[in-house]
C-alpha cells in the first residue's frame, strides 16, 4: 500500500507540474507522497526521521513549502520543498548514484 501511495504522490506531483502548477494536483501528490511514506517505514521512524536535530532545517522547507501549496501558492511551495527534499536527502544521494553506477556491472544491462 505504501509505495502504491508514493508512487501515486510522485505521479500527482509529476502531473501537476506538468500542467502549469496545478495546486490541487500538488497538494494531493504531496499528501498521498507523505502518507506513503508512513505505511512504507511507519509513524515513529517517519517521525525521527524528519525532526532529527540535524535536518530540521530541511524539514521546515519540506513541510513549510507542503503548506504553502495548500495555501494555493503552488510555485513558491514547489520551490521550498524541492530546497528541503534536497536538503533532507542529500545524505541519501552518493548512496543513490553509487548504486546506479553498479548497474553497469549487470550482464544483461552492460551490453545495453
Known amino acids: 500500500i505504501g509505495v502504491g501511495l508514493v508512487g501515486f504522490g510522485l505521479f500527482f506531483i509529476l502531473f ?17 507522497f507523505l502518507s506513503g511514506l508512513v505505511f512504507i517505514i511507519g509513524f515513529r521512524r517517519t517521525f525521527n526521521f524528519f525532526f532529527q536535530r540535524p535536518k ?7 513541510l513549510g513549502g507542503i503548506i504553502v501549496v495548500l495555501m494555493r501558492w503552488p510555485l513558491l511551495g514547489m520551490l521550498l520543498e524541492a530546497y528541503g527534499f534536497f536538503t533532507l ?10 548504486f546506479l553506477g553498479s548497474l553497469a556491472n549487470i550482464p544483461v544491462l552492460s551490453k545495453v
Open 89 to 98: 536527502f542529500r545524505s541519501f544521494f552518493p548512496v543513490a548514484f553509487g
Open 56 to 62: 530540521l532545517k530541511g524539514t521546515s522547507f519540506f
Open 16 to 32: 501537476g507540474m506538468l500542467l502549469y502548477f496545478d495546486s490541487v494536483l500538488l497538494a494531493f501528490g504531496n499528501i498521498l
